[in-house]
């Protein structure tokens, strides 16, 4: 049975690197810039165990868990939204809402997977749209009314172009991640073991980009799309993904990513971290996030 891999660039060897940050977290849990003035940060709520998805909202940063769907306003707690503790694998933003995929919670409905589901309310209830019982995408990304997917049991690429009623299947030319342009659900970029590859064709068809760096995550919205190495690296694109300009690089290893204009958070390693600046500068937001 196929599941996601485990971050795939590993088998190269993950090297060292700095954090370019001016902010560290001291032994103590609190942060603290380069001149050593201090920062608040706030450690990660051990009931939601491991988190698997970032997103950012209007309402402040969402985190898809091990155990359901938590909001952090601001830099305060994490606060779980509705009472559904099931596996967010898949996290993507909708019209009017979001979408998810993953694995039920305890006591809440028997099947292995959850298919796509939908929320009107920010994550507090949610309903069933489609593939309950039969897919559990680890790979989920929306444009308007279009979502994609990757099947975590077999690696399928589905596509919908009606908000998730009805599914095509597509060639998987083995991607990893992928992120959808905002304005052009016709256009998408893959991250693979190669590197990055491009669909014009709603992912009939991929073509490689050359001269990329290799990136692992990819996160787009309307004004750029971010993208970080396996070793931590962010780099920025403002053409459609052809060209590259590294912004900065955080210590860890990368396991989500989310972009909403200026702002990008960035799970690395057991530290999620934000800017605030278009990636100029990063600093630890939410610390001491449980490992798989």
């Known amino acids: 049975m196929f599941r996601m891999r485990r971050l795939w660039w590993l088998i190269a060897g993950v090297g060292s690197i700095a954090l370019l940050s001016v902010y560290f977290v001291n032994s103590n849990g609190q942060g603290a810039t380069a001149n050593g003035s201090p920062i608040q940060v706030v450690e990660a709520d ?37 009472t559904s503790h099931f596996d967010v694998m898949g996290l993507a933003l909708a019209p009017n809402g979001m979408v998810a ?42 444009s308007g009314i279009a979502v994609m997917g990757i099947s975590a049991h077999d690696g399928a690429l589905l ?59 990819l996160s787009w919205d309307k004004t750029h799309l971010v993208g970080v190495t396996p070793h931590g ?23 989500a990513l989310s972009v909403r204009g200026n702002e990008i958070a960035l799970l690395a390693g057991s530290t999620v971290f934000y800017s605030g600046d ?6 630890p937001r939410i610390i001491g996030v449980m490992g798989h």
């Open 233 to 255: 690296a962010v780099f920025e694109s403002v053409d459609m993904g052809l060209n590259w300009r590294k912004l900065a690089a955080v210590d860890g290893e990368p396991g």
């Open 101 to 142: 995929s993953g694995h039920p919670g305890a006591g809440e409905e028997q099947v292995n997977d959850l298919g796509l589901r939908a929320s009107h309310d920010q994550g507090r209830t949610w309903n069933n749209i489609s593939l309950f019982g039969k897919v559990d995408f680890h790979r989920l990304v929306t």
């Open 278 to 283: 278009g990636g100029a500068t990063f600093r």
């Open 159 to 217: 596509r919908s172009d009606n908000s998730g009623r009805t599914w095509q299947a597509l060639p998987n030319p083995n991607l990893f991640d992928l992120a959808m342009n905002p304005s052009d659900p016709s256009m998408i970029v893959g991250t693979t073991q190669t590197g990055l590859v491009r669909s014009i064709d709603g992912g009939k068809t991929f073509s490689a980009i050359r001269g990329t760096p290799l990136l692992a995550l």
């Open 46 to 82: 051990a009931s939601m165990e491991h988190i698997h998805n970032l997103m950012l909202t209007d309402s402040g940063l969402l985190l898809g868990t091990h155990q359901g769907l938590w909001l952090q306003h601001g830099m305060g707690p994490s606060v779980r939204m509705g």
